[in-house]
T-cell receptor
Framework: NAGVTQTPKFQVLKTGQSMTLQCAQDMNHEYMSWYRQDPGMGLRLIHYSVGAGITDQGEVPNGYNVSRSTTEDFPLRLLSAAPSQTSVYFC????????????FGPGTRLTVT | SQKIEQNSEALNIQEGKTATLTCNYTNYSPAYLQWYRQDPGRGPVFLLLIRENEKEKRKERLKVTFDTTLKQSLFHITASQPADSATYLCALDLGGGKLIFGQGTELSVKP
C-alpha cells in the first residue's frame, strides 16, 4: 500500500491563479480531510468528507473547494490564489469518521506571490 | 468557540528523564482525544487514542491520561531519548468527522 499520496510536493503560484492539490489513498478509507499548517497555528481543518459524494466545511474553508467523486481521491481546489493561502497542506484519511487513527500524506508546500 | 491549547513553549529535557506534555481544551466534551508526532518536513504520525471513559492509556514508553473534569490530557514519554525529539500534537473530535488539532509542543531531548 502506498498509503496517502499528495502531489505536487512544492508549488509556487501567482496571486489570482488557480490550481488543484491532489490527494489519493489506497486503503479504502471512507473519511478524508484537508488541513493547512502555518507556523504557530497548528493544523487547521479546511474541508472533510465522510464518504464518496459527501463533503463538509472545516474551520477555514473560504477560498477552497473540494469534491469526492470516488473513495480514493479527494482533490483540493484553489480558485483564485491569495498570499494568505501560502502554507503547507496536508491530506489525511481514516477508516471512517470517529475514533480511528488518521493517516497523513507527506504534504504540499504552496507559496503564493 | 472550541479551543485547544498545548504547552506554548518548547520543552527541553535531559535524556532518560520523563517528558510531560499538556493539552487543555474548553467549550467542548470530546468523546475521545488523539496524540500525534510530527517530524520536520513530514506529516503527523498517529501515536495514541484515548476515550472519555478511559483514564489512562499506555503504549511502550508512552502514557496518556484524560481528565474530562479538568478538560485536560497529559502525554508522558518515560526514559526519553534524543530520537523522541519532535513536535507532538493533540487532537479532539468535535463529532461528525470534524477533528481539530492543538498548535503542538516542540520537544527536544538532549543527550
Amino acid at each position: 500500500n502506498a498509503g496517502v499520496t499528495q502531489t505536487p510536493k512544492f508549488q509556487v503560484l501567482k496571486t489570482g491563479q488557480s490550481m488543484t492539490l491532489q490527494c489519493a489513498q489506497d486503503m479504502n478509507h471512507e473519511y478524508m480531510s484537508w488541513y493547512r499548517q502555518d507556523p504557530g497555528m497548528g493544523l487547521r481543518l479546511i474541508h472533510y468528507s465522510v464518504g464518496a459524494g459527501i463533503t463538509d466545511q472545516g474551520e477555514v474553508p473560504n477560498g477552497y473547494n473540494v469534491s469526492r467523486s470516488t473513495t480514493e481521491d479527494f482533490p483540493l481546489r484553489l480558485l483564485s490564489a491569495a498570499p494568505s493561502q501560502t502554507s503547507v497542506y496536508f491530506c489525511a484519511s481514516s477508516l471512517r469518521a470517529g475514533p480511528y487513527e488518521q493517516y497523513f500524506g507527506p504534504g504540499t508546500r504552496l507559496t503564493v506571490t | 468557540s472550541q479551543k485547544i491549547e498545548q504547552n506554548s513553549e518548547a520543552l527541553n529535557i535531559q535524556e532518560g528523564k520523563t517528558a510531560t506534555l499538556t493539552c487543555n481544551y474548553t467549550n467542548y466534551s470530546p468523546a475521545y482525544l488523539q496524540w500525534y508526532r510530527q517530524d520536520p518536513g513530514r506529516g503527523p504520525v498517529f501515536l495514541l487514542l484515548i476515550r472519555e471513559n478511559e483514564k489512562e492509556k499506555r503504549k511502550e514508553r508512552l502514557k496518556v491520561t484524560f481528565d474530562t473534569t479538568l478538560k485536560q490530557s497529559l502525554f508522558h514519554i518515560t526514559a526519553s531519548q534524543p530520537a523522541d525529539s519532535a513536535t507532538y500534537l493533540c487532537a479532539l473530535d468535535l463529532g461528525g468527522g470534524k477533528l481539530i488539532f492543538g498548535q503542538g509542543t516542540e520537544l527536544s531531548v538532549k543527550p
